[in-house]
């Protein structure tokens, strides 16, 4: 099993700035891909960004050039560095980590409890 700990949410105004923390314990040795997805009311949790073990990255093309998701190893700790933003970024933020075969068929996955990112305009 692997927990998940999110931390890091709050209110921001429009063009403001926050990062998530996102500390992960337990069986580490399990996960090779960690990521931040968010969930807005009333529409569907969607993909926000992607970090594998050797740091290759991957964003939805919403936040591209505004979000930067990086992982610290040795704190075995993930974050999302969020400015320039928008009142649309407003959701529910997980953590996710998850552990994919070489063909990336998903074989374990863990989410965290989620923290709330409220942007006021």
């Known amino acids: 099993q692997v927990q998940l700990v999110e931390s890091g949410g709050g209110l921001v105004q429009a063009g403001g700035s926050l990062r998530l923390s996102c500390a992960a314990s337990g069986s580490i040795f399990r996960v090779n891909v960690m990521g931040w997805y968010r969930q807005a009311p009333g529409k569907q949790r969607e993909l926000v960004a992607t970090v594998t073990s050797v740091g290759s990255t991957n964003y939805a093309d919403s936040v591209k050039g505004r979000f930067t998701i990086s992982r610290d190893n040795s704190k075995n700790t993930v974050y999302l560095q969020m400015n320039s933003l928008k009142p649309e970024d407003t959701a529910v933020y997980y953590c996710?980590?998850?552990?994919?075969?070489?063909?990336?068929?998903?074989?374990?996955?863990?989410w965290g409890q989620g923290t709330q990112v409220t942007v006021s305009s």
């Open positions: 996710n980590a998850r552990r994919t075969s070489p063909g990336r068929i998903v074989l374990d996955d863990y």
